[in-house]
C-alpha cells in the first residue's frame, strides 16, 4: 500500500459502509476536506476486500456491521475478521473504523497491537471535525485507540473463540475443548485468563458463569 499525505495530489480512498446515509455523509465530508481525492465505496465485506486488491487505497473507512455478500445480513463478526484480513493481506493499510461497535475491537486487539499502519478508530456519534482528525492520524500512520478502553495486556483469539462457543452456542467445558481439540484443563485455564482480564472473580451467591457472559457482553468480547 502507498503512503500517500493529505497534501499529495491524489488520494485513494475506500468508505465501506452499507448505510446509505452515513456512506454518503462519510463522502461528503472526505472530498470537502480532500477535494483531490478518489474515492470508491462497498457495501459488504467481500466487496471490500476484492476494492482494496484493485484499488491499492492510501485508507480505507470501514464500519464493523456489515454483510458478507449484497442480500446478507449485516453482522459484527463478518467486519471483525474482513478487518483482521485486511490487517494481515495489508500491514502497512491506514485504516479508520467508523462504527457505533467499536468495542468489539477487542477481539482482534493482538492485530491492532502489531498492525503497522495508522488505525484510528471514530464512534459515528463523533463531530465531522473530530471524524476529520482521526482520518488525518491514521494517513499520518498513528494508532489513536484510546476511546475504546482495552484491558491492558494480551487478549488471545482462543479467549474469544471459547466465549463465542460457551454464549453463542451454548457448549459446555468439555465440548468446547472437543471443539478447539484442547484438553478440558486447557479449557478451565482459559476462562481464568478470560475473567482476570474482564475483573470477574467469584463471589458469594453469584454464578461465575452468568457474570462472564454479562461483562464479556458490556466490554465487546462478544454480541
Known amino acids: 500500500m502507498s503512503q500517500n ?57 470501514v464500519d464493523l456491521s456489515l454483510p458478507e455478500a449484497s442480500g446478507g445480513t449485516a453482522e459484527i463478526n463478518q467486519g471483525i475478521k474482513s ?37 484510528t478508530v471514530a464512534d459515528k456519534g463523533l463531530s465531522s471535525q473530530e471524524m476529520l482528525s482521526r482520518i488525518a492520524l491514521a494517513l499520518k500512520g498513528i494508532t489513536h485507540t484510546k476511546d475504546l478502553k482495552m484491558p491492558p495486556g494480551e487478549v488471545k483469539p ?37 475473567q482476570d482480564v474482564l475483573g470477574v472473580y467469584p463471589e458469594d451467591g453469584k454464578s461465575l458463569r452468568i457474570q462472564t457472559e454479562k461483562q464479556a457482553r458490556e466490554e465487546g468480547f462478544i454480541d
Not at 497534501?7 to 485513494?12: P, V
Not at 483531490?36 to 484493485?54: D, F, M, P, W
Not at 451454548?170 to 478447539?180: C, F, N, Q, T, V
Open 5 to 61: 499525505s493529505p497534501e499529495q495530489e491524489t488520494l485513494k480512498i475506500l468508505v465501506v459502509d452499507d448505510h446509505e446515509l452515513i456512506l454518503n455523509g462519510t463522502i461528503d465530508l472526505l472530498k470537502q476536506h480532500y477535494p483531490q481525492s478518489e474515492i470508491l465505496t462497498a457495501k459488504t465485506t467481500q466487496n471490500a476486500l476484492e476494492q482494496t486488491e484493485a484499488f491499492s487505497p492510501d485508507l480505507v473507512v
Open 158 to 194: 482462543e479467549w474469544i473463540e471459547v466465549l463465542n462457543l460457551a454464549f453463542e452456542e451454548g457448549l459446555e467445558d468439555k465440548l468446547i475443548a472437543d471443539r478447539m481439540n484442547v484438553s478440558l484443563r486447557t479449557i478451565r485455564h482459559y476462562w481464568t485468563k478470560i
Open 83 to 119: 478487518l483482521g484480513t485486511l490487517m494481515k493481506n495489508y500491514p502497512t493499510l491506514n485504516l479508520v473504523v467508523q462504527s457505533s461497535y467499536v468495542k468489539a475491537l477487542v477481539r482482534i486487539k493482538p492485530d491492532i497491537d502489531t498492525h503497522e499502519g495508522g488505525f
